[in-house]
């Protein structure tokens, strides 16, 4: 089934964009000047829209420089790291 990963994936975002939504409401938006609907999602909206331009100007060609520094911090550099560093499956028969 196809529609089990995106809906996964599409929930795990959602909580993703849930979670600094509640915290502006609970630590900024104190006096609640501004309502969670409005401006938080509206927020988190944007965000995700920027990333999905990215996303496909990313697949354009174009290269964002400069965001390798997330690489860095959520460690998501190259995943077959570890196959080179123990060489081919060759050196092993």
């Known amino acids: 089934m196809i529609a089990k990963p995106i809906f996964y994936k599409s929930f795990y975002k ?6 600094p939504i509640l915290l502006w409401d609970r ?10 609907l409005d ?6 909206g944007v965000f995700y ?3 999905a331009w990215m996303n496909y100007l990313k697949l354009d060609g174009m290269k964002v420089y400069g965001l390798d520094i997330f ?3 959520f460690h998501s ?3 077959n790291s570890k196959q080179k560093k123990t060489g081919s499956m060759m ?3």
């Open 14 to 19: 959602f909580v993703l964009a849930m979670v």
């Open 77 to 79: 550099g190259d995943k």
């Open 71 to 73: 690489k860095v911090i």
């Open 39 to 44: 401006t938080g999602f509206f927020i988190a």
């Open 49 to 51: 829209l920027m990333l």
């Open 27 to 36: 630590f900024v938006n104190v006096k609640k000047y501004y309502s969670i």
């Open 91 to 93: 050196v092993f028969v």
